[in-house]
């Protein structure tokens, strides 16, 4: 049965084009391109980016025989297509058309390592992993599929915890960082396990709504570790191996792994976070902890208290966030843990915010309104007194805003397009560049901090041998070391009198340290169950920090005298015993410090590489509705995501006037510009009934039928703060033609019978008639606008619980050849908040008219004439019928229902059941025209309908993109008739490797 699915799932990836071709949108049709091309790589990038390319294709050059070793496998030739204008940290893989995309601005979160160097070692693997796919029974795909093949086996076979964790494991065993050797990057699946249990697979691989569930890296980190090291690495060799030789089979990746293991991938990871839940329990119960009083209040639901700063004696100032939780700022009473909501930000990456002087201080991150590739980070301050919000830059790109004492200045960390790092202290009020200050060989600065008297900033910095505590004296610019530079994870420097405050993980839990501001007695302040992180002071010397649960962050507080330092400071970390016994597997360690880039020769990239023919097959398929049909087809996306073009060969009969199919959408400029060109011929031979007689068309050749529709479109993204927001204004011109025709009708002669009859095998010929075949011709102007504004959804929303959407459109024939009028239509949807906690209204309203065109006829005893067809729907199990005017309603309530997480173990998983009850309304309006008087008559007739839908999500047979299933029952009042339809959806987010933030 699921061979049967995996093979309907492989049909379906080749129809829903827009899912596995992931563009990831255009760059600013300003960047001038340029590449650099080795044995391996070739490297397209921006101009003003060319020396941290060279350092990028050099680091990919020397990782080249190093990243694959482990899995037996040396790739391919790949391109890589550098982001540098975005703000946005992140990189993935991505096959069909198969391509590594980087986002080279660095984040705030980083680990002991140079950015791009992580992105190098972790993305390479991914290409390692899914280019070790392509052989036996794949590679035999790839010849009439072409890369798409690749992509389909990926998505069926490879999960996500193993290529997400695989790549985690090799960052850290090829470097002397990794997130394998940050405790807090164990710490969610830790506190799970010693406060909860070991969820079983499914859920642990595909989520809950009922329980936070760590995501894939997490887990995929732990079970791909833990089992090469019992195992070997050839554990994940021999499963990708399988999985690539024998994709026709059922589970050739789980065979893989039996095959070294003895056991499947479910007893595997039974048996691994076995081994970890012991270990760390051991370690647990060995730790005499910090006595802590917890300011927050622990919620079941999950829900993370971050950067606790304390605004005066009774209340500090927290982040907040959680599955069920949009992003906001809070206030919260010390004493009794009371919260008041402050703020929803923005979309923001993982860096604190600042506070002083009653402002607050943060960065969100901005997406240019028509550029998907070029991100902004803008700093907003709130004024607490006022409660004032202000933005006080604009498409910057600045880093950990740090107000001063005063509230004055803030220091924030800037990033060039070329990556050349820089201190900025910014006029607070006005966002205005006071001082620029350049750091010392590059390195990165992350969250930098003030201390008492406003002269001076410590900072943590990353260069090359790891991360160290740096301060910057503002007077004279200069810098002082007070830690030597290591790999140790230390984060989140706070200057408090004579010490300097972080936190640190040199035991291998995260916990809060503090070192003298000469960099004397270095001691440990907390003892910490999972990790303990971002320390602050209030004037009575009371420390706050948040401390992990399997319930969250929460905010925990303790007199600082209450605390027994210790000076006992671990000389390596606990798992590098483990770490190492892992890197024995690999070829070595790659150097990367000392690399040669003069041997790259830069040359110009046109943005004119319009086309990459990526992947083809036999068969059709229509790129925009996902279809699937007879015939051929072959797929194009360039490597700077500007134009995607597909070409179609439709062999059904059915579809005779879309026999060839041309698709091509160009977005190098501000307008997207879309062509689709469907040319076949009129399907009018054959024989048929009319009614009581038989006859047969002929005619020497079949008339040609044409249709292009050109439409011009400006997608813009105004999306800011706590609203998604977009405007799309379209405009569409559409050409249908075919000739007139003369054939001749042969009518056939019938027997008593009423059936044709046949002489020496031929049929009887009664008479003859010559007949005109009416060709089409329709010459469509549309014009649209189509705009939203949204509440941002947590996970657990069944929609958004406030916003607008609107949409006008307005379509007619203002050119010669046949008339269909015009039709305008509005339609609009406000959401709301329902009555629980994620419950949500929708109501929509729609609204259309329509002028007739040219007489088509008659239809019983009216006149007939054209018309174009609905814009709006009718309710839900009506069927609908003709009309000149409709006004449509629709209600709907949308609630969760259950999370049951129930399990079928490899046959299904039931996350959630939702339901909706709606009711829906239409009036529509219809103007006849009598045939023998000519006189004009008007029918109006009201339709309803009330019902339920009930959804459920759930991941059949292990397939890793969520499916939803539902009924819905509609009463349909006026005809006291039952409708029962079958609900069917699939969320494809695309064959995207990291696509997600990677970190």
Known sequence: MRHIFSFLILLLFATNIKAQYYSSGADPANVKWRQLRSESFRVVYPEEFEQEAKRFIAIMDSLYTYGGYTLDHTPKPIDVLIHSRSAYSNGFVSWAPKRIEIYSTPHQDMIAQDWLTQLAIHEFRHVVQIDKLNKGFTKALTIPFGQQAIGAVLGLYAPLWFLEGDATLTETTLSQSGRGRRPSFEQELRAQLLEKEIYHYDKAYFGSYKNYVPNHYNMGYLLTAGARHKYGADVWERALDEAGRKSWSVTPFNRGIKSVTGKHKVPLYDEVFSDWQYNWQQQFDSINYSPVRYISKRDTRYKNYRYPTPIGSMHLLAEINGPGELNHFAKINIETGEEEKLLITGNREREPFSYANGVLAWTELEQHPRWNNQYFTVIRTLDLSTNKQTKITSQSRYKAPALSPDASIIAVVHTSYSNEYSLHLLETKTGNIIREIKIPDNAYPLTPDWNETGDQLVMAMINPSGKKLTILSLENEQWTDITQPAYTEIRFPKWKGQHIYFSGSYNGIENIYRIGINGENLEKLTESKFGAAYATMDSDNNIYFQDYTSDGYLIASAPLK???????????????????????????????????????????????????????????????????????????????????????????????????????????????????????????????????????????????????????????????????????????????????????????????????????????????????????????????????????????????????????????????????????????????????????????????????????????????????????????????????????????????????????????????????????????????????????????????????????????????????????????PDTSNNHHEFLLSMGLSGLVVGKQANR
């Open 562 to 972: 209450q605390l027994q330092p210790s000076s006992e400071i671990a000389q390596q970390l606990p798992v590098e015993p483990y770490i190492n016994k892992l890197q024995k597997d690999e070829k070595g360690m790659p150097q990367l410090d000392s690399l040669n880039t003069n041997e790259y020769a830069s040359k110009k990239y046109s943005k004119w590489n319009l086309f990459n023919f990526h992947s083809w097959a036999p068969l059709y398929m229509n790129v925009n509705d996902a279809e699937l049909s007879t015939g051929a087809s072959i797929l194009s996306q360039n490597l700077l995501g500007t134009t995607l073009t597909s070409f179609g060969y439709n062999a059904d009969k059915l579809f005779s006037r879309e026999k060839f199919r041309f698709n091509l959408s160009y977005q190098e400029w501000w307008p997207v510009f879309e062509l689709d060109i469907r040319l076949g011929n009129e399907a009018i031979e054959g024989m048929y009934l009319n009614d009581i007689e038989y006859y047969i068309n002929s005619f020497d050749a079949k008339p040609n039928h044409s249709l292009i529709d050109l439409e011009m479109k400006l997608p813009l993204n105004f999306t800011r703060g706590k609203y998604l927001r977009r405007v799309e204004p379209s405009l569409g011109m559409s050409y249908q033609y075919s000739a007139d025709f003369n054939y001749t009708r042969y009518y056939l002669e019938l027997d008593d019978n009423g059936e044709p009859v046949i002489e020496d095998g031929k049929y009887v010929v009664d008479y003859t008639e010559q007949r005109n075949y009416l060709g089409i011709d329709i010459k469509s102007v549309d014009y649209s606008l189509f705009a939203y504004n949204l509440l941002r959804t947590t996970q657990r929303d069944v929609a958004t619980r406030w916003g607008q959407v609107i949409e006008l459109n307005y379509r007619h024939t203002p050119m010669d050849g046949w008339n269909y009028g015009s039709i305008l239509g509005l339609h609009t949807r406000l959401y709301f908040p329902g009555i629980g906690r994620h419950h949500a209204i929708r109501i929509d309203n729609g609204w259309q008219k329509k002028t007739k065109g040219d007489t088509n006829g008659q239809m019983g005893n009216y006149n007939s004439y054209r018309l174009y067809s609905d814009y709006l729907n009718f309710p839900r199990g009506v069927d609908r019928f003709y009309n000149d005017e409709l006004y449509s309603f629709k209600g709907d309530y949308m609630m969760p229902v259950l999370n049951p997480d129930f399990n079928i173990p490899g046959v299904l998983y039931l996350k959630r059941i939702t339901t909706n009850l709606f009711y829906d309304y239409a009036q529509a309006t219809q103007h006849l025209q009598l045939t023998e008087t000519n006189q004009w008559i008007t029918q109006t007739a009201s339709v309803s309908s009330f019902g339920t839908e009930i959804r459920g999500e759930l991941h059949p047979f292990r397939f890793v993109f969520p499916i939803t299933v539902g009924y819905r029952y509609a009463r349909l």
